[in-house]
């Protein structure tokens, strides 16, 4: 048996991008976002606009829990070099659409208990879940980003095109492009389509282009799950 093994897992990282050097402001703009539903440790890939000392970058990402591990061909490359922390080529650039549709489900706090000395406090609600909705058919170069539910499309999407969600995805009609569920490591995340033909898939980072496919799904009805070891499960669909 060999000793050295190379397996297929796809990275779930979020992407900083900064036109600021003001790390005063980075952390005050970059704080509530973190807060609607990246975990402690999620792993960051840096990008910027403008020049700005990178260890200081590094360090003040780090002390927001996040676990920054590249950054891109850029304005910062290199520096990261001199350092020898890795520098990554920038991503293709896809339109980021927005959906035809999204539906909120909130849950309010409970209302304070009354004080003798202070008025009863109401906190804003907080969103728990959205569903993003979309009726018109995801072309190439465009992506559909869903960061706090699902996304539910009823026309397909085209090749080079992509659909993130940190929860499930239905796609009712041709998945062509890439399709990632599970945005962040959610494993309870799940994929539906009524025809498989995409370039890749992926839940909670496990992923599966499309040579590895199972043929027996291709172009079929599939529900796409992770199962106890972590493994993609292409099960066919009968309607």
Same mark, same amino acid.
């Given at each position: 048996?060999?000793?050295?093994?190379?397996?297929?897992?796809?990275?779930?990282?979020?992407?900083?991008?900064?036109?600021?050097?003001?790390? *005063?402001?980075?952390? %005050?703009? !970059?704080?509530?976002?973190?807060?609607?539903?990246?975990?402690?440790?999620?792993?960051?890939?840096? $990008?910027?606009? #403008?020049?700005?000392? +990178?260890?200081? !970058?590094?360090? !003040?990402?780090?002390?927001?829990?996040? %676990?920054?591990?590249?950054?891109?061909?850029? !304005? +910062?490359?290199?520096?990261?070099? =001199?350092?020898?922390?890795?520098?990554?080529? =920038?991503?293709?650039? +896809?339109?980021?659409?927005?959906?035809?549709?999204?539906?909120?489900? $909130?849950?309010?706090?409970?209302?304070?208990?009354? *004080? $003798?000395?202070?008025?009863?406090?109401?906190?804003?609600?907080?969103?728990?879940?959205?569903?993003?909705?979309?009726?018109?058919?995801?072309?190439?170069?465009?992506?559909?980003?869903?960061?706090?539910?699902?996304?539910?499309?009823?026309?397909?999407?085209?090749?080079?095109? $992509?659909?993130?969600?940190?929860?499930?995805?239905?796609?009712?009609?041709?998945?062509?492009?890439?399709?990632?569920?599970?945005?962040?490591? *959610?494993?309870?995340?799940?994929?539906?389509?009524?025809?498989?033909?995409?370039?890749? #898939?992926?839940?909670?980072?496990?992923?599966?282009?499309?040579?590895?496919?199972? %043929?027996?799904?291709?172009?079929?009805?599939?529900?796409?799950?992770? *199962?106890?070891?972590?493994?993609?499960?292409?099960?066919?669909?009968?309607?």
């Amino acid at each position: 048996m060999a000793d050295i093994r190379i397996k297929g897992r796809m990275v779930n990282a979020i992407r900083i991008s900064l036109d600021t050097h003001d790390h *005063n402001a980075i952390r %005050q703009q !970059l704080t509530p976002m973190l807060q609607k539903g990246f975990p402690a440790g999620t792993l960051a890939v840096i $990008e910027s606009s #403008v020049e700005q000392e +990178l260890i200081e !970058l590094i360090q !003040l990402l780090i002390s927001l829990d996040l %676990q920054p591990m590249a950054v891109t061909e850029g !304005l +910062l490359a290199k520096q990261a070099r =001199s350092i020898q922390f890795p520098v990554i080529p =920038s991503d293709r650039q +896809l339109q980021q659409v927005k959906a035809t549709k999204e539906q909120v489900v $909130e849950t309010k706090p409970a209302t304070a208990e009354k *004080n $003798e000395v202070e008025n009863i406090a109401q906190a804003e609600p907080a969103i728990q879940h959205i569903t993003s909705y979309h009726n018109e058919i995801l072309r190439t170069g465009q992506c559909l980003v869903q960061n706090n539910g699902d996304i539910i499309s009823t026309a397909g999407i085209n090749s080079g095109s $992509e659909a993130i969600a940190s929860g499930n995805i239905h796609i009712y009609g041709s998945a062509r492009g890439r399709v990632i569920a599970g945005a962040g490591g *959610n494993t309870a995340a799940r994929i539906f389509c009524h025809s498989l033909e995409a370039e890749l #898939v992926s839940i909670a980072g496990t992923y599966c282009v499309a040579d590895d496919i199972p %043929q027996h799904v291709a172009k079929q009805p599939v529900h796409i799950y992770l *199962n106890d070891q972590q493994e993609l499960v292409f099960e066919a669909l009968q309607f």
